[in-house]
């Protein structure tokens, strides 16, 4: 059999065998950055906030919401992304700080809908139209803001200027105040409201950053087989 039968056949197993991990096995998907996979953490009625367990790929819960606050949107990230060095310095170059890291975990994003979605840990496709620089501590936490493809009342949306009015504020009150205690001054802000270029561009960023960190999702196919003994001859 031929190295490269031998790969379809491997990944079809594989696939078969074992669930995907929600950041390493989903795909982004063909059409990114314009459209891209998401993975949902969190539902808009959620007063628990869950979290991907990175190791396990299998949510955990980070902890019960604090306060009233609830998230406004779908919240989840997208797979194959990473907010490293790249994304940093996007974030320093558009600030005008001297220094910014990625927060190192993927890109995060919320993601508008006129359907309810009643649980978390599902896939879905969203077009980013913008995103809210947010700095945490001095680190590059952005917020992607999308509309789910095909929505009724959001897929149309082009950019974040589309949005309804008060959306924009309810967004920068939710990740402003989330994680704040009582008593308590986290130095989180959010300096730049950016549109729907800069949003794929910062998805393109997080690519890079999910390469260098982890290497590219096309080679990891080709690691195993080696790994296996078989390469690219036939045998």
């Not at 059409?31 to 949510?59: C, F, M, N, Q, S």
């Amino acid at each position: 059999m031929s190295a490269g039968k031998d790969r379809d056949t491997l990944e079809r197993l594989l696939a078969m065998r074992f669930s995907a991990h929600p950041w390493h096995g989903v795909p982004i998907g063909d059409r990114a950055p314009a459209e891209v996979t998401v993975y949902v953490e969190i539902v808009p009625t959620d007063a628990i906030k869950y979290e991907l367990d990175k190791e396990a790929g299998h949510l955990r819960i980070d902890r019960p919401q604090l306060y009233s606050s609830f998230s406004p949107t779908l919240y989840g990230f997208i797979p194959q992304t990473f907010c490293g060095v790249t994304v940093g310095e996007r974030c320093a170059e558009r600030t005008g700080r001297a220094h910014v890291d990625g927060d190192g975990d993927p890109m995060d994003i919320c993601v508008l809908s006129e359907r309810d979605v009643s649980h978390s840990g599902v896939l879905l496709r969203a077009r980013p139209i913008g995103g809210l620089r947010m700095i945490d501590g001095n680190q590059a936490d952005d917020k992607l803001i999308a509309v789910l493809a095909g929505d009724t009342a959001y897929g149309h949306l082009q950019d974040v200027s589309e949005l309804p009015p008060g959306m924009l504020d309810r967004f920068r009150h939710y990740f402003l105040t989330y994680k704040q205690m009582p008593g308590e001054k986290r130095p989180v802000e959010i300096p730049e409201v950016y549109d729907r270029a800069e949003a794929q561009e910062m998805v393109r960023r997080s690519q890079a950053d999910y390469a260098k960190a982890f290497g590219h999702p096309s080679e990891r196919v080709k690691t195993l087989l080696s790994l296996l003994g078989l390469d690219d001859r036939d045998r």
